[in-house]
């Protein structure tokens, strides 16, 4: 119960900040104006002398002034205690704290829990106190010089080295913290970068990137030398692998950090490091649709390491069949890939999954799976899937389990099984959300869930995934499948009444593959476009033939026998509705039966009924 003038009086100076409420409560007891016990507050004076009680007019103010009514060895202990952190393990503060404070240290503590300025901590190890709240800690932190902060930040720093010697791991962040606020970056540049390791591990990329950017910034005091470079190498290094998470692997920021690392890598001589810094370039430019410029990246990763067997081979050649995948040479990325299989040895190469985000094994399977099904296997396509769910799971690797599950459920969408991909991308999203991995939840889960719903002609729904999608993806700077989005995208607009949205954006799609040299789906575009001219209530029969033919031959001249199965069973299709039942059927007749296995999926099925209604026509025409 507070009395009437009392509340008036918290209300108009607090404005409704709950915060600055407690404190001029706590403050009016403290100038002994009210008392507060057992729930009530009794006011101690007239409402005349009430008004008259001089209080500061910011929160700041009634903090400081509440410090300046303790007795001194009760302030210069809170002040200490501010320096140690929040959190004031009583060993820690006992240690640096000065001594003439130390012997009567505990009950000061305890007048200061019952002026409500700190609590006791939850810790079974060790007693422990922490600041009732973050601000208070701030401003008692404020009212001290640098000059006398930064020596007792120094104290702290070496207390956790010595007490935990044995355990620095988990102290990491705040013996990089406690060394730069005692302006001694060299010490502190070596923690920085381990807490940023640490975070990498756990999956903790915004920690990451926050502690490695802060080791670089720090990194700026130390003179120029090889060691202070190597530092920033290492610091680069590792700042790509979080940026990478974090970001996606197109961000502007891994580009920027990893052309500063490969710099550092030339002028130190640091061969070592090159493969790995180039495979992040690569990945880099490739995921930005710079084709051309991701095979350079290859071309210079496979010099680099020769002839060598190790893991640096593992991911030149992961990277090679990955590029040729998006080039549309789907033979050389199959030869590449294959031999990345065979480099690949679990217990030699599993550590790669915490420097890269995903398991190189995983990442060629999932393109297994993808050019099995586009040079003709689809069978051999879902066994690839199958093996890389498993690998994904046994890794217990969050990114790489969300990134097999949501690009890997291209090897369903292929085979056109849309139950199978929304399995696969509803978990990984689902990933995505719990480890905070916005280039899995909002660009490439809802990526390939958006081709189930097509399958399923969801058209609405589809296009309502695949336009923010997009978005994201390129706010985060990121041109890879676009092409083959906007096409799906293409397909819901002409479906929906809104076909002239929908040619448009197919024309779109086609530039910008043509622009990146992106053809990993440049017949399925052209057979896309062909569907769309054929659409009421504005046919262009001759315009939609052409572009069927042009799908067909860009399909064979890749060998990418599904895609041209798909294309010519679309022209075979168009050409029997025009009375050429005979060249239908010579166009279909022996794609179909070069094909031994993927009998049942929706494609060899449809080209099957399609040839049955064709030998019908055939023989009713005859």
């Known amino acids: 119960r507070v009395p009437e003038v009392v509340t008036e009086l918290i209300c108009r100076r607090a404005a409704g900040n709950p915060l600055f409420t407690e404190e001029l409560a706590y403050a009016l007891r403290d100038s002994g104006v ?15 002398e009430l008004q008259a009680v001089p209080f500061p007019e910011t929160i700041d103010g009634v903090i400081t002034s509440r410090l300046d009514r303790l007795p001194l060895p009760h302030q210069l202990l809170l002040k200490v205690a501010s320096v140690v952190g929040r959190d004031i393990p009583l060993r820690l503060l006992l240690s640096v704290a000065p001594k003439s404070v130390v012997a009567e240290a505990v009950q000061e503590l305890e007048d200061l829990e019952q002026a409500g300025l700190i609590l006791p901590a939850q810790n079974e190890k060790e007693r422990a106190y922490r600041f009732k709240n973050i601000l208070t800690r701030e401003v008692i932190y404020n009212l001290m010089p640098g000059a006398q902060r930064r020596p007792l930040h120094e104290q702290v720093a070496a207390w956790y080295e010595h007490t935990h010697a044995l355990d620095l791991a988990r102290f990491c962040p ?46 700026e005091d130390l003179p120029p030398s090889p060691a202070r470079d190597r530092q920033e190498l290492e610091l680069q290094i590792a700042l790509g692998t979080a940026t990478m998470a974090l970001y996606g692997w197109p961000a502007a920021e891994l580009g920027t950090t ?8 030339l002028e130190l001589g640091e061969t070592a490091q090159l493969p790995s810094i180039l495979w992040g370039l690569w990945v880099n430019a490739f995921t930005r649709g710079q084709h051309r410029q991701a095979l350079n990246w290859v071309k210079e990763m496979l010099a680099a390491v020769g002839d060598k067997q190790d893991a640096d081979g593992l991911l030149a050649c992961y990277s090679a069949a990955v590029s040729y995948f998006w080039l549309g040479d789907f033979a050389t990325a199959r030869r590449y890939g294959e031999r990345a299989l065979s480099l690949y040895d679990f217990a030699r190469h599993r550590h790669l999954v915490h420097f890269i985000n995903h398991d190189p094994k995983v990442a060629v399977l999932i393109y297994e799976a993808q050019w099995q099904w586009i040079l003709g296997f689809p069978d051999r396509a879902l066994l690839a899937v199958a093996e890389k769910d498993l690998l994904a799971r046994r890794l217990e690797h969050p990114f790489n389990l969300a990134f097999a599950l949501s690009w890997g459920a ?24 719990a480890h905070r991995l916005p280039v899995i939840h909002a660009v490439v889960g809802p990526f390939w869930k958006a ?26 700077g990121g041109q890879l499948n676009v092409p083959y989005c906007m096409g799906m995208m293409a397909l819901c607009l002409g479906h929906t009444g809104q076909l002239t949205e929908g040619r448009a954006l197919i024309t779109e799609a086609l530039a910008l593959a043509e622009r990146n040299d992106e053809r990993a789906h440049e017949a399925e575009l ?23 033919q042009r799908a067909v031959a860009t399909a064979r001249a890749q060998g990418a026998r599904s895609w041209e199965l798909r294309a010519a069973t679309s022209l075979a299709r168009t050409l029997a509705s025009t009375g050429s039942t005979a060249a239908a059927r010579d166009l279909l007749q022996p794609l179909y039966a070069a094909f ?7 494609d060899l099925q449809d080209a099957a009924a399609l040839l049955n209604e064709l030998s019908v026509a055939a023989a009713t025409s005859a």
């Open 596 to 602: 031994t296995e993927g009998l049942t999926t929706r």
């Open 410 to 433: 291209a090897g369903y969408a292929y085979r056109r099984e849309a139950e199978q991909v929304l399995g696969q991308t509803e978990e990984a999203i689902a990933l995505g959300h």
């Open 258 to 265: 990893l052309r500063r690392a490969h710099e550092l890598c």
């Open 526 to 548: 052209w057979r896309i476009k062909a569907e769309l001219l054929q659409l009421a209530p504005d046919p262009d029969p001759a315009a939609a033939l052409t572009c069927l």
């Open 174 to 219: 705040l013996l990089a913290h406690h060394y730069s606020q005692a302006g001694l970056s060299a010490q502190a540049v070596p923690y920085w970068l381990a807490a940023g390791q640490e975070a990498i591990r756990a999956t903790a990329m915004v920690e990451a990137v926050s502690h490695l950017s802060k080791g670089l910034a720090f990194l």
């Open 34 to 48: 009210v008392r507060l016990e057992g729930g009530v507050c009794t006011l101690l004076c007239t409402e005349d």
């Open 451 to 476: 081709a189930a719903l097509l399958e399923q002609q969801k058209y609405a729904e589809c296009l309502a995934l695949l336009r923010p999608a997009v978005a994201v993806w390129s706010s985060f």
